[in-house]
């Protein structure tokens, strides 16, 4: 009798949970969706009518706002990629100078250690290349640190240029 008990027990609530899932799941499109009669007049089925079509209807806008977010994004990451592009190129070109510097100086250093004297320069360096200017944030989020969108990492206020304008 025992083991019988906790086996119905157990069953009932598997029963229980798998009823609740088709339930989330039929209440997202149908009105009508348990298969049990309503009176199609009736108060209570008019309000779930009505706040069914307030549910999609706040949803579309909802889907309407992220599409229009994804496109604004969309287009800040191309001018961002042209922008950081254009940085990697320039780092480019200030390796490849520090490395015919460096390339000069080594022949300088060899021809000197054969002439038994000293290098006449020193050794060059390369200096800081670029960095990385931070990915453009959606309106919505506050990746920055709560900054809103007016403001560039460094504090500067922009002028309402474009996001290439303030990588500069």
Known sequence: MVLQA?????????LATQEEK??????KGQLNGDGLP???TSDEFYNRVVQHKNAC????????SRRKQREERAALMVMWQEADNERRKRNESRKLAYREEL????EERAHAKVEKRRVQ??????????????????AGEDADGGKN???VD????????SVADNID
Do not use: N, T
Not at 6 to 14: I, Y
């Open 57 to 64: 209807e706040e949803e579309e806008v909802a889907r309407e």
């Open 121 to 138: 320069w020193s050794r060059p360096k390369q200096g800081k290349l670029e960095p990385q200017v931070p990915k453009p944030a959606i």
């Open 38 to 40: 309503r009176l199609l």
């Open 149 to 151: 969108d007016d403001e």
């Open 103 to 106: 390339r000069l100086w080594e």
């Open 154 to 161: 460094e504090g500067v206020v922009s002028d309402g240029g």
């Open 6 to 14: 906790m086996f119905c027990e157990r069953l009932s609530g598997q």
């Open 22 to 27: 088709q339930k989330k799941k039929r209440k």
